[in-house]
C-alpha cells in the first residue's frame, strides 16, 4: 500500500513539482496552503508524513503547526519534515521550541527549500520505514 503525504505549504510553485515528484515515485500526496486547511485534510485522511512550511500566513505558522501535532495524541507519531529557506537555524530553532515548550523537538527533519530530489527522498525513505 503506498505511503500518503501531506504537503503544508502556500508556495504553490514549488508545491506542485513536489507533488508531481512525489506521485512518481509512488506516494499519495495531498496539499494544503495553511494550517487550517492543513488540519483539515489530516482529518480527512491521516497522512503517514507531513511535508510542512515554516512561513505561510504568519512567519512562524510552520512552528506553531509543528507543535501543535506533537502536543496532540491524534498526530504526535506522524513524522514531520519541515522544508524553509531558513535551514541554518535548525539548531536554535530546536533548542528554542523545547526550552519554552516542555515538548521534545516533533520536526524529524529540517530541510531547504528548494527541496533537492534525492535528498528528500532518501529522509522520506527514512522517516516511513
Known amino acids: 500500500m503506498a505511503h500518503k503525504i501531506l504537503i503544508i505549504d502556500d508556495d504553490y510553485d514549488l508545491v506542485e513539482p ?3 515528484m512525489l506521485e512518481a515515485n509512488g506516494y499519495i500526496v495531498s ?3 495553511d494550517g487550517d486547511e492543513g488540519k483539515k485534510r489530516i482529518a ?5 508524513l507531513i511535508i510542512l512550511d515554516v ?51 516533533p520536526v524529524k527533519h529540517f530541510m531547504e527549500k528548494p527541496f533537492v530530489k534525492d535528498k528528500l527522498l532518501a529522509a522520506i525513505r527514512d522517516l516511513l520505514k
Open 18 to 20: 513536489l507533488r508531481i
Open 31 to 33: 496539499t494544503a496552503g
Open 44 to 48: 480527512e485522511s491521516k497522512p503517514d
Open 55 to 105: 512561513m505561510m500566513r504568519t512567519d512562524a505558522e510552520g512552528f506553531e503547526l509543528a507543535y501543535e501535532f506533537g502536543a496532540n495524541p491524534e498526530t504526535k507519531d506522524i513524522p514531520i519534515i519541515m522544508q524553509t529557506s531558513i535551514a541554518h537555524w535548525q539548531n536554535y530553532l530546536e533548542a528554542s521550541f523545547e526550552a519554552i515548550s516542555d515538548q521534545p523537538w
